[in-house]
């Protein structure tokens, strides 16, 4: 099984710039589509961005389309979600997911490993 562990996150002032990593176990990460997902206190879990196996394709919610990047290196097992122009709404825990499956990937039930989070708070 894939284990993942998410770094990166921290405290930022509106307008700022995070990147989040994400670290796969095993060596093959390259079979998992992988997503970041997010959750606010007392909010759902909800979709952030997701991307294929080899990297063809990236989808995004639309609430951080044009300024978050998802990318992936399948050399290192590590995904990237670089977050750019952050606002108070961005606060929140940020997971990491894989799946083995290639549709609906913007739905959490879709993954079947996870991150334990990293917090991203974004305050002046």
């Known amino acids: 099984q894939v284990q993942l562990v998410e770094s990166g996150g921290g405290l930022v002032q509106p307008g700022g710039s995070l990147r989040l990593s994400c670290a796969a176990s095993?060596?093959?990460?390259?079979?998992?589509?992988m997503g970041w997902f997010r959750q606010a206190p007392g909010e759902d879990r909800e979709f952030v961005a997701t991307?294929?196996?080899?990297?063809?394709?990236?989808y995004y919610a639309d609430s951080v389309k044009g300024r978050f990047t998802i990318s992936r290196d399948n050399a290192k097992n590590t995904v990237y979600l670089q977050m750019d122009s952050l606002q108070a709404e961005d606060t929140a825990l940020y997971y990491c997911?894989?799946?083995?499956?290639?549709?609906?990937?913007?739905?959490?039930?879709?993954?079947?490993?996870w991150g334990r989070g990293t917090q991203v708070t974004v305050s002046s």
């Open positions: 997911a894989a799946t083995l499956r290639s549709s609906y990937l913007y739905t959490a039930a879709t993954y079947d490993r």
């Open positions: 991307i294929t196996r080899r990297g063809g394709s990236t």
């Open positions: 095993r060596d093959i990460f390259n079979s998992y589509a």
